[in-house]
């Protein structure tokens, strides 16, 4: 029990009146901690629920923007599936038998030279200088890293269930870069990457996908000749009117009911 409840309740001490009434208006005017309820609770929990819910919907409409380590694998290796490259994607993940290891220079490994120079007491031996990369605001440290291909990297990054927070939290991925074609494609610390190589690959895509159109487009002119004259072998489409003349022929022959 607080000592100011003794004092006004029972009067232990005893203490003159206006001391009393000094006490209690002190009493009255500091801030009373309410316990919070299951109900208030579980309102709480929900209202988390919700707010993680819109969170990764916004996050996926992102797209590329902001993608996840375990999704930029698999789109990387669907690429490279597609493109006979699997083999040339090379990732740089967390080492997990080195924990007691120190930990590297971000520095150093990005850019191939440190500010601090000899002062600075991190690994300097890895750099990924060489690679095309966009710019990017870094940690000043990165846990040791392995190098290795990318498909037998396990990205990790998935949702698992937080008993206390009664809700899906994201775990730590182990994937930090990929470097693809004597370029960075994947960035944990920098969005830009991943996204500046999906908006390159769609480009590429589109040049063919017109392509594709214009043969699929492909038909016959008025002298019968011509270079798609091989490729469209099908009669020519029917015009307008020409459907509405089928249409009404094939009204008109139906049996009355």
Not at 40 to 50: F, I, M, S, T, Y
Request: with cysteine.
């Amino acid at each position: 029990m607080h000592p100011l409840d003794l004092i006004i309740l029972y009067g232990y001490p005893p203490l003159p009146s206006h001391y009393r009434l000094i006490l209690l208006t002190a009493y009255n005017s500091e801030p009373q901690i309410m316990v919070q309820g299951n109900s208030a609770r579980r309102k709480e929990l929900a209202a988390g629920r919700r707010q993680d819910c819109k969170d990764e919907i916004e996050r996926k409409k992102a797209g590329a923007a902001r993608v996840t380590p375990a999704e930029a694998r698999a789109r990387l290796l669907d690429f490279g599936t597609k493109n006979s490259a699997k083999s040339s994607m090379i990732a740089w993940s967390v080492n997990p038998t080195s924990s007691s290891a120190s930990c590297w220079c971000a520095a150093y490994f990005r850019d191939g030279a440190c500010p601090r120079g000899k002062r600075c007491k991190l690994n300097h031996e890895e750099s990924i200088a060489h690679l095309a990369c966009p710019s990017a605001v870094f940690a000043e440290t990165l846990p040791a890293l392995v190098r290795g291909q990318l498909e037998a990297v396990q990205a990790g990054g998935k949702l698992v269930y937080n008993s206390k927070l009664r809700t899906q939290r994201r775990e730590k991925s182990s994937l930090y870069f990929v470097e693809y074609n004597n370029a960075l494609v994947f960035d944990a610390e920098n969005p830009q990457c991943f996204e500046q190589w999906a908006a390159g690959v769609t480009m590429q895509k589109k040049p063919e996908e017109d392509n594709d159109n214009a043969v699929d487009n492909a038909t016959v002119g008025d002298g019968g000749g011509g270079p798609d004259i091989k490729i469209h072998i099908g009669p020519a489409p029917l015009s307008k009117n020409e459907r509405r003349k089928m249409k009404k022929e094939s009204t008109q022959s139906k049996p009355p009911k």
